[in-house]
């Protein structure tokens, strides 16, 4: 996670936590690490080189989410908030030497003997079933699953924004240059409702200006709209701009709020 993106949260933060619309992938079971068990609830599986990791959740995977910056990698599984995840590694030769684990207020790996328990019943490039089983002292887990090996390349639900985002593209164009202005009166007239509520909060609480300066500093100026798409009232829009100097580009959350657009959040790809 980039330092834009936690500022943003944590400063603006984003209006809508989408939900998953698609089937979930066969899986199930039970996990536990550090005193933290859960239930299996979705499962997805991808290629990292020469490895298909299968990535087991304890909540269905927010799959319009992933698929914003165009792409399905392990960034994905830690931007959902509230996760927490199994990821089997597993080699060209059906093998497995490591496993990773979150528990939603950590992780680790765990690699060597415990590759014993996964027992594969197909993979193919177009999928992988088997199950997994592991006991010790702290840690149990016992899952099967069946799933789809996705690309790597998502198609983001919606259509196309028109060249330079249109109306939508206006608006992140205006939030960011507000944020960067350092001018509340700007900063407000250009937030939803909700958010303009918050910021009259912070002012009446003197933290106001100490935030404003905050978000300026981990804003990047944004230059220009390359793309995005539109779905309904939430927007994700293509960007490129400069961070200290430096270029950068990245995504824009958008969400559209009685009729006009606002700036829910952004987060740079490099």
């Known amino acids: 996670m980039n330092r834009s993106t936690i500022a943003l949260r944590v400063l603006v933060p984003a209006l809508l936590v989408a ?37 087991l959740g304890s909540a269905p995977f927010d799959r319009k989410a992933f698929a914003e ?35 939603g207020s950590g992780g680790g790996s765990n690699c060597g003997s415990a590759g014993d328990g996964l027992k594969l019943t197909a993979r193919t490039p177009q999928g992988v079933a088997g199950s997994f089983k592991l006991k010790s002292s702290d840690e149990e887990v016992d899952v099967h699953f069946d799933v789809k090996v996705e690309s790597k390349t998502l198609a983001r639900a919606g259509t196309a924004v028109p060249a330079g985002g249109g109306e939508i593209g206006k608006a992140l164009m205006d939030g960011n240059a507000a944020i960067r202005s350092g001018d509340l009166k700007r900063v407000k007239a250009a937030s939803p409702p909700d958010r303009v509520a918050a910021i009259e909060e912070s002012e009446k609480s003197g ?31 293509d960007w490129t701009g400069t961070d200290e100097g430096k270029p950068v580009k990245g995504t824009a959350k958008m969400k559209r709020v009685s009729g006009k657009w606002y700036m829910a959040g952004i987060s740079t790809s490099n």
Not at 78 to 86: A, G, S, V, Y
């Open 19 to 55: 939900s998953a619309s698609v089937a979930y992938a066969k899986a199930s079971g039970n996990v536990k690490f550090r005193d933290a068990p859960w239930n299996v609830a979705d499962a997805i599986a991808f290629t990292d080189d020469d490895e298909t990791h299968v990535v």
């Open 69 to 103: 910056d165009g792409k399905l990698d392990s960034f994905d599984f830690m931007r959902q908030d509230n996760l927490k995840t199994l990821t089997l590694k597993i080699k060209a030769d059906g093998t497995m030497s490591c496993f990773d684990f979150s528990t």
């Open 207 to 237: 933290e106001a200006k100490d935030m404003l300066e905050m978000m300026k500093m981990m804003t990047p100026v944004i230059t220009k709209v390359t793309g995005g798409n539109v779905d309904g009232d939430d927007a994700t829009l």
